[in-house]
């Protein structure tokens, strides 16, 4: 994430899970598509700079959650303008989908009591390349791209180059 990126609370997965996700960001650039910098994640809230408040509450529920199952679900698109994210939609228990909205609800300049775990495959790619780029990563998506295992929580941000783990 870029340092004018907002402050996040987020999942991180095992180290091979985060190098399965990589491997598929190389051979999505191996086939002509923008190479995919950001570290695999999965964001529980951001705001451009998080409420202490919500850091707190997230460092006291989102450990003893943890380490997290998540399945992918299908693949989604987010954005309705030129350039779009394409994403893994994800499914965990349903103790941590409640802590994680719970977080999320008590963000004030988050969204709401709503969450939608995904993992970030491709961002801010220019609309027309989308289909394609779907075509691709289903090609070189595989059984060990079905299910990642979130061990870390923590708070980034990216403007102090900052990052607590939970």
Not at 56 to 79: C, K, M, N, Q, S
Not at 83 to 108: C, F, G, H, I, Y
Not at 117 to 125: S, Y
């Amino acid at each position: 994430m870029s340092r004018n990126s907002p402050e996040n609370l987020l999942l991180y997965l095992t180290p091979e899970d985060e190098e399965s996700v990589r491997e598929v960001f190389s051979a999505l650039a191996e086939r002509g598509f923008p190479l995919q910098r950001q570290r695999p994640h999965i964001t529980v809230t951001f705001a451009p700079t998080m409420d202490q408040t919500v850091v707190d509450l997230a460092r006291d529920v989102l450990p003893p959650l943890i380490p997290a199952v998540f399945r992918r679900a299908g693949t989604v698109v987010f954005g309705t303008k030129s350039k779009q994210t394409v994403a893994w939609m994800l499914e965990t228990t349903d103790e941590l989908e409640t802590a994680a909205r719970q977080v999320s609800a008590a963000n004030p300049d988050g969204r709401g009591p709503r969450w939608t775990p995904h993992l970030t495959m491709g961002l801010r790619l220019p609309r027309a390349m989308v289909p394609e780029y779907l075509r691709a990563l289903d090609e070189i998506s595989g059984p060990e791209h079905k299910e990642f295992l979130a061990t870390t929580a923590a708070w980034w941000r990216p403007k102090l180059e900052q990052l607590e783990v939970f």
